[in-house]
């Protein structure tokens, strides 16, 4: 059986597609079984796919510099790309940033806020810098396969991936295009 190597990241997000995805549950076995192997996923902590993984999932919009990069990254390193939830697919609600200067919204978020004491806006490297304007996926990269959502149902992750393992092109219609 050929295996079917997954990666994901998750940009400027909170996570809840990763959650969606883990909500597959038995799902997830039954995809393994089936020849998927993940490689590199925030969920283990392996951050670099290998150089010939099939799918790569994005979760998040691109916020900084360091999403952008790895945007890049897993476009040159994966086959097919997947922009899973609304951050990816649409820029979601990190895009309300887009309306204020960034130096701005960093002053008013780590500063100015009233609860905060002493407050110190983060310049740690790790972190990236930001982008003057938050944007989906598709604006950096090309994207093969969408699944909308805030977060996406794990049924539509599971028939985006079910379908890519079977060698169809997958389709989102009806109910799976519902979310809650």
Known sequence: MKKIKIASIWCEGCSGCHMSFLDM?????ELINKGLEINATPITDLKIPDDDTDIGLIEGAVATDH????VKMMREKCKFIV???DCAV?????????YIPVDELLRRG????????????PTSPELGKHLPKVKAVN????????IPGCP???????YVLNEILEGRKPMLTGELLKYE
């Not at 999403?67 to 790895?70: D, I, R």
């Not at 604006?139 to 969408?146: A, K, N, Q």
């Not at 996406?152 to 599971?158: G, K």
């Open 25 to 29: 549950d038995e799902r997830l076995v």
């Open 67 to 70: 999403h952008e990069e790895e």
């Open 83 to 85: 922009a899973i939830g």
């Open 90 to 98: 649409f820029g979601g609600i990190v895009t309300m940033r887009n």
């Open 110 to 121: 780590y500063i100015e806020t009233e609860s905060t004491v002493e407050g110190k806006i």
């Open 139 to 146: 604006e950096i990269i090309r994207v093969d396969y969408y």
């Open 152 to 158: 996406p149902s794990a049924d539509a992750i599971y």
